[in-house]
C-alpha cells in the first residue's frame, strides 16, 4: 500500500509533467537530437508506479457520484494510466523521436530527403510525377523502418492498459477514463460522412482538375499534400507579415499575444524540428512554447493562428488551479479554441482586415477553404473509424492496412498507402479530441457572435471575456459540459455541415 498522498501525487506530478514537457519540447524542435525519457522516468518512479495507480484508483472509485471529487479523480486516473503505458514505451518513443531527426529518405536517382522535411517536399512539388516519386521513396522506408516500431508500440499500449484491468477492453477503459462515449461519436461520424458525400463528390474533382491537372481516380495522399498548400494564394499570405498581422488582430480584442512574455515563439527553420507544428506547455501558465516549422503561404498562417490558440489558452489558465485542471482534461478543449483561430482563415471579415486578399479574390479563398474544411473533417471521421478497429481487438493486426487503405480512400478519395497504418495514428483516440474539438469551436464562434458581433476577432470586450471564461478554466470540464455552458447546445455536426455548405456556396 502506498503512503502517498493525492496533494504529493499532484505535487510531484507536476514537476514529472514540466520535465518530461521541456525534453519533448528540445527533442521535436530539433534543439536535441534525441530524447532522454527513461531518466525522467526513472527519477519520478515514485509516481509512476502501481502505488500511485493505487491512490488514484481509490480516489476515483471513493468519490460521490457527479462530485467535484470525482471529476478531479477521473482525470488523475487517466493520467496515471496513461503514464504507466508510457513510462513503459520511453524505450519505444526514444527510438521513434531519433529515427525521425536522422531518417533519409533516398530517392532512385539517388537524391536525398530528410525525413521530416518529406511531407514539405510533397506540399511544395508541383510536378506530380516528382511528388508520386518522392512517396514511393517515403512509403518503402516508413513500410521497412518505422512502421514495424508503431504497430509494435501500439499492441504493447493496448495490452499494458488492458493489464490494468479498469475495464474489460482498451476502448471501454479510455471511455471510462475520458468520459467520451465512442460509440456515440462514431455514429456521428458515419451519419457526417453520409451526409456530406454527395457535397464532397461534387466539389472535389473540379479543384483536383483545376489545381493537380489530374482526375479524382487517380489521386493519392500525397497530391492532397500539394492540393491544400493552395501555392496560388501565397502571394497574399507573405511569411514576412504573418506574425505581425496576427499579433495585431489579437491585441485589437484586447489580449496581450505574448502573455506578459510567457508564450514563446520558435517559428525559424531548424534541422531535426519536426514538420509538424506543435505547442509545449513546458510550465503551466508560465512558459509555453510555440513551435513551427516553415511550409509557406497560407498553410503557415493557418498554423500559427491554430498553435497560437493552444498557446493563449495555456498562457492564460487561472495559476491557482489543481494541477489536473491545469495540466490533464479533455484535450477537446484546447484544440477547440486552437480551431476558433485557425478559422478565422475561413471568415470574410477577418481576411479583409489582416491579409492582402483583395475583395474580388475572398470568395474564391473562402470556397477553397470550404473544400479543405471538409477534407479534414471527413478524413478524421475515417480515422477515428478506423481507430476503433485498431485498438478494439476485433481486427487481426496484419489486416489492419488494409483497412486502413479501404477507410481512409473510400472517406477522401485521395489513395492511401498501407505503409502509413501505423503512422498516421493519433495515439489514445486523440482523432476523437479534434471532432469534438472542431463541434465545439462552431459553437463557441455562433456564441461570440450573439455576444460581441460578427467581428468578436478585434472587439476589445471579447478578449478578456475568452480569457476568463475560456481559457482561464483551463481543462476542468469536459468538451460537452462547456458547450451546454457557454451555449446551451449539444455537441454535433450539424453547424460544421451548414458552414460548409455556406462557404463552398
Given at each position: 500500500?502506498?503512503?502517498?498522498?493525492?496533494?504529493?501525487?499532484?505535487?510531484?506530478?507536476?514537476?514529472?509533467?514540466?520535465?518530461?514537457?521541456?525534453?519533448?519540447?528540445?527533442?521535436?524542435?530539433?534543439?536535441?537530437?534525441?530524447?532522454?525519457?527513461?531518466?525522467?522516468?526513472?527519477?519520478?518512479?515514485?509516481?509512476?508506479?502501481?502505488?500511485?495507480?493505487?491512490?488514484?484508483?481509490?480516489?476515483?472509485?471513493?468519490?460521490?457520484?457527479?462530485?467535484?471529487?470525482?471529476?478531479?479523480?477521473?482525470?488523475?486516473?487517466?493520467?496515471?494510466?496513461?503514464?504507466?503505458?508510457?513510462?513503459?514505451?520511453?524505450?519505444?518513443?526514444?527510438?521513434?523521436?531519433?529515427?525521425?531527426?536522422?531518417?533519409?529518405?533516398?530517392?532512385?536517382?539517388?537524391?536525398?530527403?530528410?525525413?521530416?522535411?518529406?511531407?514539405?517536399?510533397?506540399?511544395?512539388?508541383?510536378?506530380?510525377?516528382?511528388?508520386?516519386?518522392?512517396?514511393?521513396?517515403?512509403?518503402?522506408?516508413?513500410?521497412?523502418?518505422?512502421?514495424?516500431?508503431?504497430?509494435?508500440?501500439?499492441?504493447?499500449?493496448?495490452?499494458?492498459?488492458?493489464?490494468?484491468?479498469l475495464a474489460p477492453t482498451y476502448n471501454a477503459t479510455w471511455e471510462l477514463l475520458s468520459g467520451i462515449p465512442l460509440a456515440t461519436l462514431a455514429a456521428q461520424c458515419e451519419q457526417f460522412l453520409r451526409?456530406?458525400?454527395?457535397?464532397?463528390?461534387?466539389a472535389l474533382p473540379y479543384y483536383t482538375k483545376r489545381v493537380l491537372g489530374m482526375e479524382v481516380a487517380d489521386v493519392t495522399r500525397a497530391d492532397a499534400l500539394a492540393l491544400f498548400r493552395a501555392r496560388e494564394f501565397d502571394a497574399?499570405?507573405?511569411?514576412?507579415?504573418?506574425?505581425?498581422?496576427?499579433?495585431?488582430?489579437?491585441?485589437?480584442?484586447?489580449?496581450?499575444?505574448?502573455?506578459?512574455?510567457?508564450?514563446?515563439?520558435?517559428?525559424?527553420?531548424?534541422?531535426?524540428?519536426?514538420?509538424?507544428?506543435?505547442?509545449?506547455?513546458?510550465?503551466?501558465?508560465?512558459?509555453?512554447?510555440?513551435?513551427?516549422?516553415?511550409?509557406?503561404?497560407?498553410?503557415?498562417?493557418?498554423?500559427?493562428?491554430?498553435?497560437?490558440?493552444?498557446?493563449?489558452?495555456?498562457?492564460?489558465?487561472?495559476?491557482?488551479?489543481?494541477?489536473?485542471?491545469?495540466?490533464?482534461?479533455?484535450?477537446?478543449?484546447?484544440?477547440?479554441?486552437?480551431?476558433?483561430?485557425?478559422?478565422?482563415?475561413?471568415?470574410?471579415?477577418?481576411?479583409?482586415?489582416?491579409?492582402?486578399?483583395?475583395?474580388?479574390?475572398?470568395?474564391?479563398?473562402?470556397?477553397?477553404?470550404?473544400?479543405?474544411?471538409?477534407?479534414?473533417?471527413?478524413?478524421?471521421?475515417?480515422?477515428?473509424?478506423?481507430?476503433?478497429?485498431?485498438?478494439?481487438?476485433?481486427?487481426?493486426?496484419?489486416?489492419?492496412?488494409?483497412?486502413?487503405?479501404?477507410?481512409?480512400?473510400?472517406?477522401?478519395?485521395?489513395?492511401?498507402?498501407?505503409?502509413?497504418?501505423?503512422?498516421?495514428?493519433?495515439?489514445?483516440?486523440?482523432?476523437?479530441?479534434?471532432?469534438?474539438?472542431?463541434?465545439?469551436?462552431?459553437?463557441?464562434?455562433?456564441?461570440?457572435?450573439?455576444?460581441?458581433?460578427?467581428?468578436?476577432?478585434?472587439?476589445?470586450?471579447?478578449?478578456?471575456?475568452?480569457?476568463?471564461?475560456?481559457?482561464?478554466?483551463?481543462?476542468?470540464?469536459?468538451?460537452?459540459?462547456?458547450?451546454?455552458?457557454?451555449?446551451?447546445?449539444?455537441?454535433?455536426?450539424?453547424?460544421?455541415?451548414?458552414?460548409?455548405?455556406?462557404?463552398?456556396?
Open positions: 500500500m502506498s503512503d502517498l498522498t493525492l496533494d504529493q501525487l499532484r505535487r510531484e506530478g507536476e514537476a514529472f509533467m514540466v520535465e518530461i514537457s521541456r525534453e519533448y519540447y528540445r527533442a521535436h524542435s530539433g534543439r536535441k537530437p534525441t530524447a532522454e525519457l527513461q531518466p525522467i522516468y526513472a527519477r519520478h518512479e515514485k509516481i509512476l508506479n502501481e502505488g500511485s495507480l493505487a491512490v488514484a484508483l481509490d480516489a476515483f472509485r471513493g468519490a460521490p457520484d457527479a462530485s467535484e471529487a470525482l471529476r478531479s479523480a477521473r482525470l488523475l486516473l487517466d493520467w496515471q494510466s496513461d503514464s504507466q503505458a508510457a513510462r513503459q514505451l520511453a524505450p519505444l518513443d526514444e527510438r521513434e523521436i531519433a529515427w525521425e531527426a536522422s531518417a533519409v529518405v533516398r530517392m532512385a536517382d539517388g537524391r536525398e530527403i530528410q525525413y521530416e522535411a518529406s511531407s514539405i517536399a510533397l506540399a511544395n512539388t508541383t510536378d506530380r510525377d516528382e511528388r508520386h516519386a518522392i512517396e514511393s521513396a517515403r512509403a518503402r522506408l516508413i513500410e521497412q523502418e518505422l512502421a514495424p516500431l508503431r504497430q509494435e508500440k501500439f499492441q504493447r499500449e493496448r495490452e499494458i492498459t488492458e493489464q490494468l484491468e451526409d456530406t458525400q454527395a457535397l464532397w463528390a461534387e497574399y499570405f507573405p511569411a514576412a507579415r504573418m506574425e505581425e498581422q496576427i499579433r495585431r488582430q489579437v491585441r485589437e480584442m484586447a489580449v496581450d499575444p505574448s502573455a506578459s512574455g510567457r508564450v514563446i515563439l520558435d517559428t525559424e527553420e531548424r534541422e531535426g524540428k519536426r514538420s509538424r507544428a506543435f505547442c509545449s506547455p513546458v510550465r503551466i501558465p508560465e512558459e509555453v512554447y510555440l513551435v513551427l516549422r516553415p511550409h509557406g503561404g497560407q498553410s503557415d498562417w493557418t498554423t500559427f493562428l491554430h498553435e497560437l490558440g493552444h498557446a493563449l489558452h495555456f498562457a492564460y489558465m487561472r495559476p491557482e488551479l489543481s494541477f489536473e485542471y491545469r495540466w490533464l482534461g479533455d484535450n477537446s478543449i484546447t484544440e477547440g479554441y486552437a480551431m476558433l483561430f485557425d478559422h478565422r482563415m475561413k471568415d470574410a471579415g477577418w481576411l479583409a482586415r489582416y491579409t492582402e486578399l483583395s475583395a474580388s479574390k475572398i470568395p474564391e479563398f473562402l470556397r477553397w477553404t470550404g473544400l479543405e474544411e471538409l477534407h479534414f473533417l471527413r478524413r478524421y471521421c475515417a480515422k477515428l473509424l478506423y481507430e476503433i478497429q485498431l485498438y478494439g481487438g476485433a481486427t487481426r493486426w496484419d489486416s489492419l492496412p488494409d483497412l486502413y487503405v479501404d477507410m481512409l480512400t473510400s472517406a477522401t478519395n485521395f489513395r492511401y498507402s498501407r505503409a502509413d497504418a501505423f503512422v498516421d495514428v493519433d495515439a489514445r483516440f486523440y482523432a476523437a479530441r479534434y471532432l469534438r474539438a472542431w463541434q465545439l469551436q462552431a459553437l463557441i464562434d455562433e456564441t461570440l457572435v450573439e455576444r460581441y458581433d460578427v467581428d468578436w476577432w478585434r472587439n476589445p470586450r471579447a478578449g478578456p471575456w475568452i480569457c476568463s471564461a475560456l481559457f482561464g478554466e483551463g481543462q476542468r470540464e469536459l468538451a460537452q459540459e462547456q458547450a451546454m455552458r457557454v451555449s446551451g447546445k449539444e455537441l454535433t455536426f450539424a453547424p460544421l455541415v451548414r458552414a460548409v455548405e455556406r462557404l463552398l456556396g
